[in-house]
């Protein structure tokens, strides 16, 4: 079958190869992919995968054999695949848990852009309420960005999106944010919560302008830039502010199930930048490491 694999040449980060068909284990799924979702921090950072390797974590397609335990969906059902590895393939055998049911009236495509992106907002901003509470969310325009102003409204904060220019913030005001800024020197809010995905410079801004109690949490280093802190800003009086790593990589099926819950009820869509077939997949590559796409790309499985 054909499938995506990592490539650690100057051709790379992938390439399509011939690859043998997945064999299930017992507590496996067998799952025909219909649309994959790519996701910047994979492709960035594959040196971290090996060369040969089916690369991917986020599709969705249709349960072609159920897991032979009695685990999981049964054939025929449509399913979101986050966090789950080796995703960017014809077909892969996965574990039920990180697998979600997409409900009647969901695109499958949509749900493809779930997985990493969504469940990593999910997971940051349920750690504490959020109701009447001041939320930063930068790179917003972003995959992971798109779903957490989106998710952050719905848990009641006062959500402000910051992007990298003008042409970057369409869109998110509908999406539920209450400021869009391009710069963090524009406003004087203090912010309870801070979710970054940019790193570099932009954390030791957010310090600065983050409230009493209040925490960052890091969830992406898109610009690839070093963090420094000013003499004497990691003191300070007061209610205690803290800096919080993000690395969850526990099964994400109860996630994906209440995200799609809310995607079928209308409550949530799914930032979908980019479609195309995946047969185009070194030019959707490019359009992301350029930061031309808001939201996710989305390729059909031909």
């Known amino acids: ?60 397609g249709i349960v072609v054999r159920a897991a032979s335990d009695g685990s999981g969906p049964p054939e025929g059902t449509r399913v979101a695949v986050g966090m789950a590895p080796h995703a960017w393939a014809e077909r892969v055998a996965v574990s039920p848990a990180s697998l979600g049911t997409v ?24 750690k504490r309420s959020l109701l009447a509470r001041d939320v930063l969310i930068t790179g917003a325009s972003g995959g992971v960005g798109h779903f957490a102003v989106q998710l952050a409204a719905l848990a009641g904060a006062r959500v402000t999106a910051l992007v990298g220019s003008p042409e970057r913030a369409a869109g ?37 302008s983050l409230a009493e109690g209040g925490t960052i949490h890091l969830v992406g280093y898109s610009s690839g830039q070093e963090t420094t802190f000013p003499s004497g800003a990691l003191f300070g009086f007061g209610e205690p502010r803290s800096i919080a790593t993000y690395g969850d990589m526990t099964p994400t099926g109860g996630e994906l199930t209440d995200l799609l819950g809310l995607m079928a009820a209308g409550r949530l869509s799914a930032p979908v930048g980019l479609r195309g077939d995946w047969q185009g997949v070194e030019d959707a590559v490019q359009a992301l490491f350029a930061r031309k796409v808001h939201g996710k790309v989305v390729l059909d499985v031909a």
């Not at 390439?15 to 284990?25: C, I, L, N, T, Y």
């Not at 779930?114 to 901003?125: E, K």
């Not at 406003?187 to 310090?207: E, I, M, S």
């Open 172 to 208: 998110l005001r509908e999406l539920g944010a209450d400021k869009v800024l391009t710069d963090l020197a524009e406003t004087g809010d203090r912010f309870d919560l801070v979710l970054d995905t940019v790193g570099g410079p932009l954390v030791a801004q957010a310090w600065s």
């Open 1 to 60: 079958m054909r499938a995506l694999v990592v490539d650690h040449s100057e051709a790379g980060p992938i390439r399509f190869a011939d690859v043998d068909e997945p064999v299930p284990s017992t507590g496996e799924a067998l799952v025909e992919i219909r649309h994959i979702g790519l996701n910047f921090g994979e492709l960035n950072y594959v040196h971290q995968w090996p060369a040969g390797a089916v690369h991917g974590h986020d599709a969705a």
């Open 103 to 126: 409900p009647k009236g969901v695109d499958l495509a949509d749900a493809a852009a779930l997985g990493i992106a969504g469940v990593t907002a999910f997971r940051v901003l349920r």
